[in-house]
């Protein structure tokens, strides 16, 4: 299937992905195994939210935590270059006929909302309250270290259409995952902004849903200790996949379950991808060491579950791709 | 069941585990693993025979790869306090019904060679000619840099009295695995004379067999390393369990299989257990954390395969004991 | 002093710092020191020239190396956008009274070769011969397990105008330390173009000289085997600082000298700095966890050892900044 | 200088260091900095006592700190193997003309009082009241992670008369260093009891003073996160040497200052000893790689200050070896 070309001047800049607004049943629990287990570190805080960010980021937030009746993504944000951008971004949805409003969202600058053709409710921004960084407060560290929002990853029920779409707004694709054969499908692709592996992932399967949202975390032992942690403090069965070293990306990862069932990657190392000439990689669906170097196939919920966004429909897929499933 | 008690005055005074003698079909595959992706040094070698040691150990060698037709264990090696207590060993074994014999092995003083009741073939020597050790000779690590022989584990069919014979010769218990319930029967033990978890441990199955020996190494990013030049070098089929965090010992782990299907453990972190009064920690068959703390269960071929003792034929254990199994 | 702003509209558009040109006395002593202790991968060598690469580098080198009667930096190579930007980039040099010329470079796109007004030797290309990565080829990791080039350090005798000048570029300032009170003077800077902490930074001091290259690396305890491999190796004396913990960008350091004394930093962890409205960091050069967050002062050699560039004079620089040096 | 020959069959039975107690000015101040900067867990206290251990003993404390007009270290504690030893040990210390008196101490069985013939005052015990270890309570896991307490260091005035001495008391010398030549003196000298690199370590200095006493960690990235921590907590001059790898022992190490000056070493690594045929390791004096194996020499405090014992009188060391200092 076509794999989309590097747009090298999108129709308005993003930055990298920024931030995820998450809905939760219960707000206590959730900033108590955000910040005590994962160990971010809670801006603000009142009776309805939670603001939450790692110890590099210098912006206010990266995770906001909202008080709902029921658990949902409620929106993946974006940073853009600057306010020009809004804008611009304005009228490329607008010419796409997706609908766009501008709101005000605490702590962030103008922010401009829009549901994408898929279901997937966005929203940009090109400015954020500053708080000084936690980076070398080491004496505030807590849980795994958790230093950035890497990423989020979608399942998505249309994926060839999802990657053109994204690709227009500039995203590149750096690894990708395909049926054999040809008119091999995509069913997996990762695409980014700010010149690592990804900002933005989508996966084939019952979508629109967050797969999960990605902090980045300085190395393998934060993420040993979290195991460790969580096993010790009555969340063994929140330790859903890992940990592990994926093929794709090479990342050493974890996956955990929130309060919610959000589902978390923990996510060290990483590489660079901002040469304009950097060319995709391709796994094949067979390959086993795509998902795992190391060989073990995931749980069936890894594949199955994911976070509704919220008031969109969810779809089935356009096909059933033929993964490798741990039963 | 009755667990036994410390023995502070044994028959005669065994150091530690010391070394292993492993038959092997093809000699130099099996250097070439034990080499280049352990990273255990190889001290001497023939056609015939291969001497492998850890970076920490001064003796000449604590693997001995012999060339054989068919792949077994041929012996556990285990090291006693002088010359005398080789003499003694010999006259308790004696007086026990078990046959013995003073042998000539190279780079080891005078060895004694026994076959307990149970069918596991030990040996025992007092000494060992001595190399300098390689602790500070870092440009010469390899792979997963394995720094001493740590312990030997072994499929019993006779658990009970395999391990009552054990105590009696000194070993202490320090963990162990029950059946719950009156008449709860002991399906593993965990035996030390060295002071840390073990040297010796004795797990319920088709007996006599060696289920693992194990070398610790210094630190899980070792581990980590290991499984990635493993799965890069063709070896994924051989890693069978791990990385994780035994609940048992605590020690982090990882099972690999070498080129005739003998297992090998790298292990990390331990705990001392010198006191006299260091009592055993019972662990309930029911307590998942036992195995693994993070949850994760072994697969079948952990429980079930196991490498014969040369020459001994395997029986069938007493009980079946139950336990979780991942299928 | 004045801070520059980011100029987000360059004249051309420089992605990163790509790879260094180093003239060595002897070739096999240098690349057995890359390849053996560093662990960076040969990829070409003939009898003058020797290429090399980290695991993750796409691009056929990021060292060159280039037997010499001399030592020297011979160029400092950055990756431009595309081929049009070549020619925008000598339109700007031109512009500017930069000489420029293009040359060819084996296994490099078409590359310009321009010398700053300050002395440092550059040159730029969009693209090079590719060859597949090896980050997860770790049966080939050797040493501390460099992934790639993340950095130079210069030594700038008017450092003002080389900020001033880099920033014109569209590099953007992150971090810099300057003296106390009115009309305190810029005495380092960190620039970058790629987004994390610098692509290059520019130190007060006798200059045009280069002070050093960094290879980014996994994480920590690859550089504290590499101080335990260099100390096993002969290499004592080439281990000059660290390894420690920076201030200044948070970075995990070593540095060590190669046989010709050119200087190579180990460096682990970074952070992002894409933002636009990301602001650089101010530290007081009378602050001692600027150098080193845990306190220990450089050595001398460190503040005055460095790297001349191929045939430029070296000229003492504008003032003496008050560093604290450990003698 | 003679080396003492080890003893087998000492006049009672010592399996290992124990505990440690320390006078301090400010209870308050002291115990925060042990439990949450260094991460021992806090076991009882009160007004003017608090106890402490690391995460995998068994035993009640391994530090006691003790609300006192002077800083100093009140007794070094030493585990015997039952009863009968500490009986053993009476009649052994008055034989050798040595006062000794058996004591009450709060959580600990009988305890045996004596002040060695150099001034160390130590006290022996058989028995402590047991807690549930906390090693896989990762839940509860602060500072570095200090699993036991390994070790003690003292300056002794008469470096060989003590070595000798605590020779007849069955500790193994396992390293020393020399002076150069014929009849070169032992300037330092580490001697074990539980089978690793030491229980207790000798130095000569101005004595008797405790030169430190010693954790064992799991992992130097524990160690590196304890610097930033400190570096961070405003605790920059507590950091006094460090962190490093010793020749010595091949301990990855740093040694900060409490509240007081009492000096603790962050140890991680190690190496087994316990067979009888282990010979000692000889370092020269002039060797550098013996204090640190990547080379950077102790500073001064390192050498001169430690904690007086209390009541006793600190005397001149009969010669004063020729050390590397960074000055």
Redesign the interface.
């Known amino acids: 299937m076509p794999v989309p070309q590097h747009i090298?001047d999108p129709p308005f800049n993003i930055?990298?992905c920024s931030h995820v607004v998450l809905d939760v049943a219960d707000l206590g629990a959730s900033v108590a195994f955000y910040e005590n287990i994962i160990g971010l570190h809670v801006e603000d805080r009142d009776n309805t939210s939670a603001y939450l960010r790692g110890s590099?980021e210098?912006?206010h937030h990266s995770l906001v935590l909202r008080k709902a009746a029921t658990p949902a993504c409620a929106r993946l944000g974006f940073?853009v270059?600057?306010e020009s951008d809004l804008d611009k971004a304005g009228s490329f949805f607008a010419e796409n006929g997706v609908l766009y409003s501008f709101v005000e969202r605490p702590f962030q600058g103008r922010t401009l909302h829009v549901t994408d053709p898929f279901g997937f409710r966005l929203e940009f921004c090109?400015?954020m309250e500053?708080r000084p960084?936690l980076?070398?407060?080491?004496?505030?560290?807590k849980g795994c270290h958790p230093?950035?929002l890497d990423h989020f990853n979608v399942f998505a029920a249309e994926v060839q259409d999802t990657v053109d779409f994204y690709a227009r707004l500039g995203f590149r694709l750096t690894e990708y995952a395909e049926e054999d054969g040809e008119g091999g499908r995509i069913a997996a692709a990762w695409m980014q902004r700010?010149?690592n592996v990804h900002d933005f992932a989508i996966t084939n399967g019952r979508g629109p849903r967050l797969h999960h949202l990605a902090y980045w975390v300085?190395?393998?032992?934060n993420i040993?200790?979290l195991?460790?942690?969580?096993?010790?403090?009555g969340l063994?069965?929140s330790?859903e996949r890992g940990?592990g070293?994926h093929?794709i990306s090479?990342a050493?990862f974890l996956y955990v379950r929130d309060p919610d069932g959000h589902r978390v990657e923990l996510y060290s190392?990483d590489?660079?991808t901002?040469?304009?000439?950097?060319?995709p990689l391709r796994w094949s669906l067979r390959d086993?060491?795509r998902q795992t170097?190391?060989?073990a196939p995931a749980p069936r919920s890894w594949f199955e579950q994911g976070s509704p966004f919220l008031g969109q429909e969810v779809r089935e897929p356009l096909f059933v791709a033929d993964v490798r499933i741990?039963d």
């Open positions: 090298f930055i990298r590099e210098h912006q940073r270059g600057d090109a400015s500053k960084h980076l070398r407060r080491y004496d505030l560290y230093q950035r700010k010149g300085p190395n393998p032992m040993l200790h195991c460790d942690v969580m096993a010790s403090s063994l069965t330790l940990p070293r093929g090479n050493f190392s590489y660079q901002m040469d304009h000439d950097h060319e086993p060491r170097l190391w060989g741990a």
